[in-house]
């Protein structure tokens, strides 16, 4: 239920089944299997529902084992693996942390040497998705940064038929934390391959094909695992994939209460700086006001422009102002439209955003404010 009144807002497990339609959605903080496709069945074999809360919406997360062979499996699904033809373009999300990146491990693996779809973790630290088809270009489309351990990742993987899109060969795309990493596009057209083997989730026990053009072994390593998204004819657009980033991370901070009390968290914080963080903060709409304004002092964000991390997140439905003070440099913000804590309690959002970088005034110690980022309502007219 809405946490703040008025109409109800959607977990994030109905927004991905209901509002994206969604073939198959695991959230893998149980086995339970969501969505209009065919039954799936989720065997955890030697790991457990016992991971860290990765994103939004569940209070803990698939961790696979050390050991290759002990993996999650899903079996052999006439819609996903089962058959050629199925589907012209396919769009895949999920959510994962890894205790290495120094070597190639599989996050999510379709299939074997010949034909694959698969997401791997440490080939040369990068983030790797790809495609093969025996018989077709091998399609490999990787992050354009290092990845980092047991930092929580939110992928978005698409493959496309030449007809879904303006080019003239097969492609995928690769999207991480919703920023746009890589298209690979080849000369291939044939619909999407069937694959024989079970889905591994979390490790893979064969080799798969990879840059060698071989099949490369994958190493056994501890991971977390959440909000597995199958979305069979659907592509994901760039604003999808960050929406449902911004829907699902999780912040380092959560700032909360009435305004009095959010101001004196923020200025706990002063001369903080953030460095290597999905979101550094979250500000929930205040409990005794609807338009109100907020001072972040000395909070410096340091971002990848290939993550866009976020420096503060607003979950509310009016207008709150921050001003950047004496150093502060909060510059990506988002406004998501709702966010799902934990299945049952959903916070209403949907404000939406106006920047207003100026300065504005100096204070009575002489220190300028620097700009101020204004949150709106969604309804108001500016």
């Not at 069937?194 to 501890?222: E, R, T």
Request: glycine share 10%.
């Amino acid at each position: 239920m809405d946490q703040h009144g008025g109409e109800p807002h959607l977990s994030i497990r109905t927004h991905l089944t209901q509002r994206l339609g969604a073939t198959h959605l695991l959230m893998l903080d149980n086995a339970a299997a969501l969505g209009d496709g065919l039954p799936i069945t989720f065997d955890p074999l030697g790991g457990r529902f016992e991971g860290a809360k990765i994103c939004e919406g569940i209070s803990a997360s698939y961790r696979s084992n050390a050991d290759k062979l002990q993996r999650g499996t899903i079996p052999r699904t006439e819609d996903i693996n089962g058959k050629s033809n199925i589907y012209q373009h396919r769009s895949l999300c999920v959510w994962f942390a890894s205790t290495s990146v120094d070597a190639p491990t599989a996050v999510y693996a379709q299939g074997g040497g010949g034909n694959n779809f698969a997401i791997l973790v440490g080939i040369a630290r990068a983030i790797t998705v790809q495609a093969a088809d025996d018989g077709q270009p091998f399609l490999i489309a990787q992050s354009a940064f290092l990845a980092e351990v047991d930092r929580p990742y939110f992928i978005c993987f698409i493959w496309q038929r030449p007809s879904e899109h303006e080019g003239a060969g097969t492609r995928i795309l690769l999207y991480i934390n919703g920023v746009h990493q890589h298209t690979v596009e080849k000369d291939g057209t044939e619909p999407f391959p069937g694959h024989s083997a079970d889905i591994g989730i979390g490790n893979c026990q064969v080799g798969l094909k990879s840059y060698n053009d071989a099949g490369m072994q994958m190493g056994g390593v501890v991971k977390d695992v959440a909000m597995l998204g199958m979305f069979n004819d659907r592509s994901f657009s760039a604003a999808e994939c960050r929406d449902l980033f911004e829907r699902s991370v999780v912040p380092r901070h959560v700032i909360e209460g009435n305004v009095a009390q959010q101001q004196a968290a923020l200025d706990a914080l002063s001369g903080t700086e953030f460095a290597g963080q999905n979101c550094a903060i979250r500000i929930v709409q205040a409990t005794n006001a609807t338009d109100y304004r907020l001072i972040l002092d000395n909070l410096r964000f340091e971002q990848d422009p290939n993550l866009r991390d976020i420096a503060v997140q607003y979950v509310g439905p009016h207008e709150l102002t921050l001003l950047n003070a004496n150093g502060s440099n909060a510059a990506e913000i988002c406004t998501p439209p709702e966010v799902d804590l934990d299945g049952i309690t959903v916070l209403a959002g949907g404000a939406a955003f106006r920047d207003q970088r100026r300065a504005i005034a100096h204070n009575s110690a002489g220190k300028l404010w620097q700009h101020q980022l204004v949150f709106c309502d969604a309804g108001a007219g500016f």
